[in-house]
C-alpha cells in the first residue's frame, strides 16, 4: 500500500492575480498537472494569524477562538488590545480565558496518524497557532518545539533569517529532512513572502517582484520534490496556495481617536470600547458597562468617512464569529479598484493601529473583505484531484484541513469547512 501524506506550502498574501507566468513560472507549471480553484477565500478578517488557525482547525473564528492579529483581551484589568504576532501571546490567552484554540488542530487530529511538522518563517503567533499545545512539532525562528511543546535544541531550531533569503534556507531544510527524512502524515511549509516585503514597498515594485520569484522558485523546488517521491510509489497530496492577497494602502484612518472625539469612548487607553485594528479591518470591543452606547457607536460608524461596512449582532455571525463576547462590531474601511503607481489595482483605507506597523501608505495591507485581499490562490495536485481543471464554485480556508484529513483516511468531524471536489 503507498504511503499517504499531504503536504501543504503557503506563499503568505500572494494575490491570485500576481500568479501570471512572467512572474510565477514554477506555479503557472504547476497549474497545469494540478486543480486550482479560482473563486477561493481567506476568512475574516484576512490576517496571517486568523487564517493560519483556520487551516489548522477548518474552522472559522467563532469557532477556533483567535478572532484578528490583534484581538482585545481582559487580563484582569479590563479590555485592551493585544497583539497575537508575538511568541508569548499564547500564553497570555490561555491565562486570560483558560485555553488556546477552542477546537482541535490538524497536530492533534493526527498525533496517532502520522503526526505532523510545521515549518513557519511569519510571525511567531502565526506560526505557533497551527499547533498552541504542542501536538506536534512547530519549527519557527523564535524558537522550535516539539510534543508537549518540548524546546528543540539549537542544533536543529530553525535559525533563519525573516525575509527571502530565510525562506529559502527553510525550504531547503523542508525537502531534505521533513519531507525525505522525518516523513510526517502532515507537512506544512508557510513562507514569509511575499507579505513581508509587499508590508514595506509597493506592490509591482521591482523589490516586490523580486520576492514573488524566489517564493516561486521555492515552491517549485517543493513541487519537484514531491514529485519524485511520488514517483517512487508514495500517494502525496500537494496543496499550494495564499493566506489572503493585499490591498495598497491609500490613507489611515484613527478609528479609536474618533471615538473618542464623538464622546463613544472614555479617552485613547480607556478599556470601555477598544479598537483592534486588523489593517483594513477592525474588531470593535465593548464592555459590558458600556454596552448602553452600542446604537450609538454602529450609529456614528455608519456615517463615518472611510469605514464602509459595519457588522454587529447576527450580522458578526455570517463573517465568521461569535454574537456572545465582547466583540460587538468589525467594520471594513472604503476601497476602490483604482492603480497604483506601479498599475496594481486597489486601494484601500487603513486603521491606525498603536500595536502594528504595517499600515504603510503607498505599500500593501489586508485584514478586510476588499477583492484583492479576500482572493488569495489554491492549487491542489494529486489525491485524485484532476490535473489541469479549474473549479468556479467557492472555496475558503477552512476547506484544506478537512480536504487533507480525507486524503489521509482520518476522521474530520466537526469542522466548518468541507473536503474539496477533486473534479
Ligand atoms: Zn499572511
Same mark, same amino acid.
Given at each position: ?94 491565562? =486570560?480565558?483558560?485555553?488556546?484554540? &477552542? !477546537?482541535?488542530?490538524?497536530? %492533534? +487530529? *493526527?498525533?496517532?496518524? $502520522? ?99 524566489? =517564493?516561486?522558485?521555492?515552491?517549485? &523546488? !517543493?513541487?519537484?520534490?514531491? %514529485? +519524485? *517521491?511520488?514517483?517512487? $510509489? ?190
Amino acid at each position: 500500500m503507498s504511503l499517504k501524506r499531504a503536504v501543504v506550502v503557503i506563499c503568505d498574501g500572494l494575490r491570485a492575480d500576481m500568479v501570471r507566468p512572467e512572474w510565477t513560472p514554477n506555479l503557472s507549471r504547476l497549474a497545469q498537472y494540478s486543480r486550482s480553484f479560482t473563486k477561493h477565500r481567506s476568512v475574516f478578517p484576512s490576517t496571517t494569524r486568523t487564517t493560519a488557525a483556520s487551516i489548522a482547525t477548518g474552522c472559522h473564528p467563532a469557532r477556533h477562538g483567535l478572532e484578528g492579529n490583534c484581538v482585545a483581551l481582559d487580563e484582569g484589568n479590563g479590555l485592551a488590545a493585544v497583539s497575537v504576532g508575538p511568541a508569548g501571546f499564547r500564553e497570555r490567552l490561555k491565562k =486570560a480565558t483558560g485555553q488556546t484554540l &477552542r !477546537v482541535p488542530t490538524l497536530s %492533534e +487530529r *493526527l498525533v496517532n496518524s $502520522g503526526g505532523a511538522i510545521v515549518f513557519s518563517n511569519v510571525s511567531p503567533g502565526a506560526a505557533y497557532f497551527h499547533d498552541p499545545d504542542g501536538h506536534g512539532f512547530v519549527f519557527h525562528r523564535s524558537g522550535s518545539f516539539g510534543p508537549g511543546l518540548q524546546k528543540i535544541d539549537v542544533g536543529e531550531h530553525l535559525n533563519v533569517s525573516h525575509d527571502a533569503a530565510g525562506d529559502t534556507e527553510m525550504t531547503t531544510r523542508f525537502c531534505d529532512e521533513v519531507l525525505s527524512q522525518r516523513k510526517p502524515a502532515y507537512a506544512l511549509l508557510w513562507q514569509c513572502e511575499p507579505d513581508h516585503t509587499q508590508h514595506a514597498k509597493p506592490l509591482g515594485s521591482p523589490e516586490h517582484l523580486d520576492v514573488i520569484r524566489t =517564493a516561486d522558485a521555492n515552491v517549485g &523546488r !517543493v513541487a519537484d520534490h514531491v %514529485e +519524485r *517521491l511520488n514517483d517512487a $510509489g508514495e500517494d502525496m497530496l500537494l496543496i499550494v496556495a495564499s493566506d489572503h492577497g493585499h490591498e495598497t494602502v491609500e490613507r489611515t484612518l484613527p478609528l479609536s481617536d474618533l471615538l473618542v472625539e464623538a464622546g463613544l469612548k472614555e479617552c485613547a487607553h480607556s478599556t470601555d470600547v477598544v479598537v483592534a485594528s486588523n489593517g483594513l479591518s477592525a474588531h470593535i470591543y465593548v464592555s459590558d458597562e458600556a454596552r448602553l452606547r452600542l446604537n450609538d457607536i454602529i450609529e456614528f460608524l455608519n456615517k463615518a468617512d472611510g469605514i464602509a461596512q459595519v457588522f454587529s449582532g447576527e450580522q458578526l455571525k455570517e463573517l465568521g464569529h461569535r454574537t456572545d463576547t465582547p466583540l460587538a462590531i468589525s467594520v471594513t474601511t472604503e476601497r476602490n479598484n483604482s492603480e497604483n503607481s506601479f498599475g496594481i489595482p486597489g486601494l484601500s483605507i487603513a486603521i491606525d493601529d498603536s500595536l502594528l506597523s504595517d499600515n504603510n501608505p503607498g505599500c500593501g495591507q489586508h485584514g478586510g473583505l476588499g477583492s484583492f485581499e479576500q482572493n488569495p490562490f489554491l492549487m491542489i495536485r494529486g489525491g485524485g484531484f484532476v490535473p489541469g481543471s479549474e473549479c468556479v464554485n467557492d472555496s475558503s480556508a477552512v476547506d484544506l484541513a478537512p480536504t487533507i484529513l480525507r486524503h489521509l483516511g482520518v476522521a474530520g468531524e466537526g469542522m466548518d469547512g468541507c473536503p474539496l471536489a477533486r473534479g
